[in-house]
């Protein structure tokens, strides 16, 4: 087998662990195989005929995994940020959703919307597609040719959708997701299926049970919503009498963590038992602190979840979330948990950069296996950024120059991007 090996040189930085970054300036990062070869000052006998590419100064960072967004709602991104969740679900996310019936509809929107993530921050995504196979596919086959790593699910919903978007019984529901996953079989190298139940609000029990035996018997992981919204969760104690909470209504039905691998994302007001579950069951918890501000949801108690050990990592939830940028999740992040501190809870202190880089490289990336890092051994995820633009009339360290690109950059500063080892721009 051909060796694919080549080195970037330039500013490197990356997580250590959650408290520390490491930076390593006029240094090699090595790629072999698509996978991390080890981070050098000098490059080692071994790798010294090997392909260089020299970025000068520019910093070279881990990729960013967007643990939790909605392809479809791109098109509409801000826009009815003035509303709440239930309101904006029923009045613009469902209507819009229900377009992707028309699959020359969803090739303009998604389109649009796998160019924007390809110039992204994004390396690896775990992605809501709607509950319309022929869209999901067509999202599918143009996430695989853009290069990134995702995971896409095919939404079900068989219940409190709109008449336009819902499907007709769990028996359907179930049926066409199984004709999804035998669909794609085989059809991708880099692009993954994920089961994905709206939310309870959205699943009868009876789909429930057939997401959990097509779980088993595929061995996919499961994404969806959890504790989100005060009115969300009081409809879920309804819908759900017999569930002791929200996350016991997925647990229910073998879709919460354990041996299913889980992303709920927000988890903005998970009960003391709930949390416990979620450590217990190792289940992954996607922060979108844009998309909580913006449709009024709260703040998750980050920090807690941090000291708990709990896998935290970052979400966009376009389009509850306008920007698609993990930069602007990362500020986000820091942002929302200061408000957090200073008018909720003082004794929890508010989320550091080091943090927040790392929930949103290795915290997110880790759901994909050894992703987010540089140590030896992890999958060559690369982002190149250049901040000559970002002027400063002062010596700043190495350190502050990745800070102000958290709060100051945009994709005019991604000059290059590599997942898995290829070189996507
Ligand atoms: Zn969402």
């Given at each position: 087998?051909?060796?694919?090996?080549?080195?970037?040189?330039?500013?490197?930085?990356?997580?250590?662990?959650?408290?520390?970054?490491?930076?390593?300036?006029?240094?090699?990062?090595?790629?072999?195989?698509?996978?991390?070869?080890?981070?050098?000052?000098?490059?080692?006998?071994?790798?010294?005929?090997?392909p260089?590419?020299?970025?000068?100064?520019?910093?070279?960072?881990?990729?960013?995994?967007?643990?939790?967004?909605?392809?479809?709602?791109?098109?509409?991104r801000?826009?009815?940020?003035d509303?709440?969740?239930?309101?904006?679900?029923?009045?613009i996310?469902?209507?819009?959703?229900?377009?992707?019936?028309?699959?020359?509809?969803a090739?303009?929107a998604?389109?649009?919307?796998?160019d924007?993530?390809?110039?992204?921050?994004?390396?690896?995504?775990?992605?809501?597609?709607?509950?319309?196979?022929?869209?999901?596919?067509?999202?599918?086959?143009?996430?695989?040719?853009?290069?990134?790593?995702t995971?896409?699910?095919?939404?079900?919903?068989?219940?409190?959708?709109?008449?336009?978007?819902?499907?007709?019984?769990?028996?359907?529901?179930?049926?066409?997701?199984?004709?999804?996953?035998?669909?794609?079989?085989?059809?991708?190298?880099?692009?993954?299926?994920?089961?994905?139940?709206?939310?309870?609000?959205?699943?009868?029990?009876?789909?429930?049970?057939?997401?959990?035996?097509?779980?088993?018997?595929?061995?996919?992981?499961?994404?969806?919503?959890?504790?989100?919204?005060?009115?969300?969760?009081?409809?879920?104690?309804?819908?759900?009498?017999t569930?002791?909470?929200?996350?016991?209504?997925?647990?229910?039905?073998?879709?919460?963590?354990?041996?299913?691998?889980?992303i709920?994302?927000?988890?903005?007001?998970?009960?003391?038992?709930?949390?416990?579950?979620?450590?217990?069951?190792?289940?992954?918890?996607?922060?979108?602190?844009?998309?909580?501000?913006?449709?009024?949801?709260?703040?998750?108690?980050?920090?807690?979840?941090?000291?708990?050990?709990?896998?935290?990592?970052?979400?966009?939830?376009?389009?509850?979330?306008?920007?698609?940028?993990?930069?602007?999740?990362?500020?986000?992040?820091?942002?929302?948990?200061?408000?957090?501190?200073?008018l909720?809870?003082?004794?929890?202190?508010?989320?550091?950069?080091?943090?927040?880089?790392?929930?949103?490289?290795?915290?997110?990336?880790?759901?994909?296996?050894k992703?987010?890092?540089?140590?030896?051994?992890?999958?060559?995820?690369?982002?190149?950024?250049?901040?000559?633009?970002?002027?400063?009339p002062?010596?700043?360290?190495?350190?502050?120059?990745?800070?102000?690109?958290?709060?100051l950059?945009?994709?005019?500063?991604?000059?290059?991007?590599?997942?898995?080892?290829?070189?996507?721009?």
């Amino acid at each position: 087998m051909k060796k694919d090996l080549f080195a970037l040189k330039g500013t490197i930085c990356y997580s250590k662990n959650q408290k520390e970054l490491v930076f390593h300036e006029d240094s090699y990062v090595v790629c072999e195989n698509g996978l991390c070869a080890g981070v050098f000052s000098q490059l080692p006998d071994e790798y010294k005929s090997i392909p260089v590419e020299d970025m000068g100064d520019r910093l070279i960072i881990p990729g960013f995994t967007d643990l939790h967004l909605h392809a479809p709602q791109y098109a509409y991104r801000g826009t009815g940020m003035d509303l709440e969740l239930l309101d904006w679900l029923n009045t613009i996310t469902f209507p819009q959703e229900a377009r992707y019936a028309d699959l020359d509809y969803a090739k303009k929107a998604y389109s649009i919307f796998v160019d924007d993530l390809k110039h992204s921050f994004t390396t690896r995504a775990c992605i809501f597609a709607t509950l319309h196979r022929p869209a999901t596919e067509l999202l599918m086959d143009m996430l695989e040719e853009s290069g990134l790593a995702t995971m896409v699910g095919k939404v079900n919903m068989d219940r409190n959708g709109a008449p336009e978007l819902q499907e007709e019984s769990a028996q359907a529901s179930a049926q066409d997701t199984r004709q999804w996953l035998e669909e794609i079989k085989g059809r991708y190298c880099h692009t993954y299926p994920i089961l994905t139940p709206r939310f309870t609000p959205s699943c009868t029990d009876e789909l429930m049970t057939e997401l959990g035996k097509i779980q088993r018997e595929y061995h996919i992981p499961v994404q969806s919503h959890l504790s989100e919204n005060f009115g969300e969760i009081a409809w879920v104690k309804d819908l759900c009498p017999t569930s002791r909470f929200y996350g016991d209504a997925y647990d229910m039905f073998g879709l919460f963590g354990g041996a299913c691998p889980t992303i709920m994302a927000h988890c903005v007001h998970s009960t003391d038992e709930e949390i416990q579950m979620i450590k217990d069951q190792g289940v992954y918890i996607a922060h979108c602190p844009e998309s909580n501000t913006d449709i009024a949801s709260g703040i998750a108690p980050i920090r807690r979840y941090l000291d708990l050990g709990l896998h935290v990592g970052l979400g966009t939830d376009v389009a509850g979330g306008f920007s698609l940028s993990m930069f602007r999740a990362i500020a986000d992040t820091i942002q929302v948990s200061k408000l957090r501190w200073r008018l909720m809870d003082q004794s929890q202190a508010p989320v550091t950069l080091e943090e927040a880089f790392y929930m949103a490289t290795i915290g997110g990336g880790s759901f994909f296996g050894k992703a987010g890092s540089f140590e030896k051994g992890y999958e060559f995820d690369a982002l190149i950024l250049d901040d000559a633009g970002i002027r400063h009339p002062q010596e700043i360290s190495t350190r502050d120059r990745l800070e102000r690109l958290v709060y100051l950059s945009d994709d005019r500063n991604l000059v290059g991007k590599y997942v898995q080892g290829r070189k996507v721009i």
